[in-house]
């Protein structure tokens, strides 16, 4: 396990910041066909939370918490991709970051710089697959190909979410990639993007389309509707493959209700603090 020994804060997230080094890896899978084709992604270096941005952290920086489930170190919850994106500007903010983002109205846009960010969906896959580390294989799940070590789902979960860190990290020391609750992706979601890029051959740091209407989210959750899951390779929403890796969209100011919960993981450019 990795447990959490201290609660995440505004003075110790730098502490737990994993350096992912970038590389190419090959992107997506054949489990399902709106996971296709298999293409090659090249990313540059990032770091990342080890752990899903917990209640206690967010209610610190922003004033509140909306989560269905309480628990200071449970990860947060019923937030929308606004909610996720101010969130990582206040964490900025509060850590002498210049923001990432800009809102214009209900626009958002990047900035740069050196704060804290949404990962893209390459960033976030490369990451729960293990980065370097766990180039070439193809475990099922974000560091085992056996979900009860590394994930809360529908079978072990009892319908709640659980405290972050509680099971089994991947080799890049990341828990919670693989169930527990969803979580946000920079990305806007469209069914083509995957067969784009393939088009490309290898694409550099792929930030998703540059419009639409939903955003991708990752993961897999605790409960029974969404199952659980690793490093988002299925586009589907099958009910029968419990603990598959998935990949979802969902509507980027539906805020979750008690069925669905999402989460995020932010994180910066290499030698940068993230969450």
Same mark, same amino acid.
């Given at each position: 396990?990795?447990?959490?020994?201290?609660?995440?804060?505004?003075?110790?997230?730098?502490?737990?910041?994993?350096?992912?080094?970038?590389?190419?890896?090959?992107?997506?899978?054949?489990?399902?066909?709106?996971?296709?084709?298999?293409?090659?992604? &090249?990313?540059?270096?990032? /770091?990342? %939370?080890?752990?899903?941005?917990?209640?206690?952290? =967010? $209610? *610190? #920086?922003?004033?509140?918490?909306?989560?269905?489930?309480?628990?200071?170190?449970?990860?947060?919850?019923?937030?929308?991709?606004?909610?996720?994106?101010?969130?990582?500007?206040?964490?900025?903010?509060?850590?002498?970051?210049?923001?990432?983002?800009?809102?214009?109205?209900?626009?958002?846009?990047?900035?740069?710089?050196?704060?804290?960010?949404?990962?893209?969906?390459?960033?976030?896959?490369?990451?729960?697959?293990?980065?370097?580390?766990?180039?070439?294989?193809?475990?099922?799940?974000?560091?085992?190909?056996?979900?009860?070590?590394?994930?809360?789902?529908?079978?072990?979960?009892?319908?709640?979410?659980?405290?972050?860190?509680?099971?089994?990290?991947?080799?890049?020391?990341?828990?919670?990639? &693989?169930?527990?609750?969803? /979580?946000? %992706?920079?990305?806007?979601?469209?069914?083509?993007? =995957? $067969? *784009? #890029?393939?088009?490309?051959?290898?694409?550099?740091?792929?930030?998703?389309?540059?419009?639409?209407?939903?955003?991708?989210?990752?993961?897999?959750?605790?409960?029974?509707?969404?199952?659980?899951?690793?490093?988002?390779?299925?586009?589907?929403?099958?009910?029968?493959?419990?603990?598959?890796?998935?990949?979802?969209?969902?509507?980027?100011?539906?805020?979750?209700?008690?069925?669905?919960?999402?989460?995020?993981?932010?994180?910066?450019?290499?030698?940068?603090?993230?969450?």
């Amino acid at each position: 396990m990795s447990v959490l020994h201290s609660s995440l804060s505004v003075d110790n997230i730098a502490d737990h910041m994993v350096p992912i080094e970038g590389g190419t890896f090959e992107m997506g899978g054949d489990r399902s066909d709106r996971e296709k084709p298999v293409h090659k992604v &090249s990313l540059s270096s990032f /770091e990342m %939370c080890v752990y899903p941005v917990t209640q206690g952290l =967010y $209610e *610190e #920086l922003m004033g509140e918490n909306p989560s269905f489930f309480s628990g200071s170190d449970r990860p947060v919850e019923c937030v929308n991709w606004y909610d996720a994106v101010r969130f990582c500007n206040a964490l900025s903010e509060a850590t002498s970051y210049d923001p990432y983002y800009e809102f214009l109205g209900d626009e958002v846009r990047v900035n740069g710089g050196n704060g804290y960010r949404l990962p893209s969906e390459a960033e976030w896959e490369y990451a729960a697959r293990g980065g370097r580390y766990e180039i070439g294989k193809d475990l099922i799940y974000a560091g085992s190909d056996r979900l009860d070590s590394v994930g809360w789902y529908d079978e072990n979960s009892q319908s709640s979410t659980w405290p972050v860190g509680l099971k089994l990290p991947n080799a890049l020391g990341l828990c919670d990639m &693989s169930g527990n609750v969803w /979580e946000w %992706c920079w990305d806007w979601y469209r069914t083509s993007y =995957y $067969e *784009e #890029l393939h088009a490309s051959d290898m694409f550099p740091d792929p930030l998703g389309p540059e419009s639409g209407t939903s955003r991708v989210v990752r993961g897999g959750s605790c409960l029974p509707f969404s199952s659980c899951f690793a490093f988002g390779l299925l586009f589907c929403w099958p009910s029968e493959n419990h603990g598959r890796t998935r990949r979802r969209n969902w509507q980027k100011n539906w805020r979750m209700d008690q069925k669905y919960f999402l989460d995020f993981q932010p994180l910066a450019t290499l030698g940068l603090p993230h969450i």
